[in-house]
């Protein structure tokens, strides 16, 4: 099995914009989570930006599974498991992504979204993944390696689409399952976006 480059030094400046950066979406997305659930008096969505946190701990097997590696040397770590740590960059990411997002991604289904808004939604969170991804690797804040195909700039272009599928899934089983979910039963939804994000790992 390819090792990962434990040699690698995280970027402390780039760590510190990114922190800043995605920390500050995840507050926002926190902040969304909170509004919802005090105007519809219904404490789902502020469950799922939680479960967008939590999912953070899907990353170190994810990561383990999918040949990605975060510097460790001069790392902030948020947890560590499955022998890799894991920085609060990716705990900012994952509230936002797998919180903020997949809190809106339902919004959309309850309105009624069509196929065709659907995908292009879909092909937006790609084309995003895919444009600002390579900037971050190629200054060393993480990296992939091993023989991935597809590669463009160090990013093998098949993530963005398993991370759209991860939180797609996660909103529709959220979405279709709410209705049943009565009193403490609710709490679950935070183990379910953990369950949409592997699911899109894995198929």
Same mark, same amino acid.
Not at 100 to 124: D, N, P
């Given at each position: ?95 936002? &992504? ?51 195909? &597809?590669? &463009?700039?160090? &990013? ?48």
């Amino acid at each position: 099995m390819p090792q990962p480059p434990v040699e690698m030094v995280m970027p402390a400046a780039w760590q510190l914009y990114l922190t800043i950066a995605f920390m500050s979406c995840a507050g926002a997305s926190w902040v969304y989570g909170l509004v919802l659930s005090l105007r519809l008096r219904d404490p789902l969505p502020m469950l799922v930006v939680i479960g967008g946190s939590v999912a953070v701990l899907g990353e170190a097997p994810v990561d383990l599974l999918g040949l990605c590696y975060w510097p460790e040397i001069g790392q902030w770590t948020v947890y560590e498991a499955f022998g890799r740590k894991i920085p609060f960059i990716a705990l900012g990411a994952y509230t936002t &992504f797998y919180g903020g997002i997949v809190l809106m991604t339902m919004r959309q289904f309850a309105r009624g979204v069509s196929y065709r808004k659907l995908w292009t939604w879909f092909l937006i969170w790609m084309v995003f993944e895919w444009a600002w991804e390579p900037v971050p690797i190629h200054f060393g804040v993480w990296a992939y390696y091993g023989d991935q195909p &597809f590669r &463009f700039l160090g &990013f093998p272009l098949w993530w963005p689409p398993v991370n759209t599928v991860g939180a797609y899934t996660a909103a529709l089983l959220i979405y279709r399952l709410a209705p049943q979910l009565k009193g403490a039963a609710k709490l679950l939804v935070i183990p379910l976006v953990l369950s949409g994000d592997l699911m899109g790992n894995a198929a």
